[in-house]
């Protein structure tokens, strides 16, 4: 960290800390206080508080309770959530009290998730000046799909341009991010990188690119037709791979990728290896060539 900060790790003392942990570390301390000596008669805790969990607290807040709901099995945790800023009389006074605290001297050390907090910020923030820069190919990678789009980058669902595109699924996420990024298990791939494999198509139409699956393969469904720029050739990246894209969008390729459900999979590489080693040793009616014509097979359209 900067200077002489250096990160500590404490039960409780662990320095600055986001505010979201300090909150929650404030309501498992007060937990523990009012656990420490607390009279017998009493029989019910009321927990208010206006944020969410937070896992060291809570686990420490949590051990401390059930301790308490195992004493008597008439004891009882009430939670309640109390809105923030909402001119509400206890919770007011209980902020008054934390932003007051920051007026006493400062430790020098931070806490880990503090830390954390500053790297992710840091590296977003030279992320976010780089990837904007869609000519900087040393950093974004020649082959790398230009979308007119937001960049590939974001912290929710919402803002982070692939999530909004290609859904919630995992799989689907990670494969259309392979695929947009040009770094995906193909031919031309396993030909770059010396990986055992075919580097042709099988359909006979030579290397096999992210663009002739994308443009030229008969053994793919598309629904868009590719144009063909007549534009001069353009003095800039940026320029050069919107003239190859052939007039195809980010949401034509998603498409392309949803009705063609085995391109830039893992799963298809394998298939492929299998059946082209059966074909080898004279099995061309292999399981695994069986497999291979159920996800590819020529289909023409008019």
């Not at 830390?115 to 820069?133: C, E, Q």
């Not at 980010?250 to 392309?256: G, N």
Request: aromatic share 8%; glycine share 6%.
């Amino acid at each position: 960290m900067d200077g002489a900060t250096h990160i500590v790790h404490g039960k409780f003392g662990g320095g600055k800390a986001t505010s979201f942990d300090a909150e929650m570390m404030g309501l498992a301390r007060g937990v523990n206080e009012a656990l420490r000596n607390l009279p017998a008669h009493i029989t019910q805790l009321a927990l208010c508080s206006d944020v969410g969990p937070s896992q060291l607290a809570a686990i420490s807040a949590c051990s401390a309770l059930r301790t308490f709901l195992a004493g008597n099995p008439r004891h009882r945790v009430l939670l309640l959530w109390v809105p923030a800023h909402k001119n509400i009389e206890p919770s007011d006074f209980v902020d008054e009290l934390a932003k007051a605290a920051l007026d006493g001297v400062q430790p020098d050390f931070v806490s880990y998730s503090m830390a954390l907090a500053r790297v992710r910020a840091r590296m977003k923030s030279k992320w976010d000046r780089v990837a904007l820069d869609t000519n900087n190919t040393a950093y974004r990678g020649r082959h790398l799909w230009v979308a007119i789009d937001p960049p590939l980058h974001g912290a929710t669902a919402k803002s982070t341009w692939l999530l909004r595109h290609a859904g919630t699924s995992n799989h689907n996420t990670a494969r259309a991010a392979r695929f947009l990024t040009n770094h995906f298990p193909c031919g031309a791939y396993r030909a770059k990188f010396n990986i055992p494999g075919s580097h042709d198509c099988l359909c006979g139409g030579g290397l096999e690119t992210r663009d002739h699956i994308l443009f030229h393969c008969p053994y793919w469904i598309r629904t868009k037709a590719p144009t063909t720029s007549q534009r001069a050739a353009p003095h800039d990246h940026s320029s050069h791979q919107l003239r190859n894209q052939r007039g195809w969008f980010v949401d034509d390729v998603l498409e392309f990728l949803r009705l063609n459900p085995m391109v830039s999979t893992f799963g298809w590489s394998e298939i492929l290896a299998e059946a082209l080693a059966d074909r080898e040793r004279g099995q061309p009616h292999s399981r695994a060539n069986a497999r291979l014509l159920a996800h590819m097979v020529e289909r023409v359209f008019s």
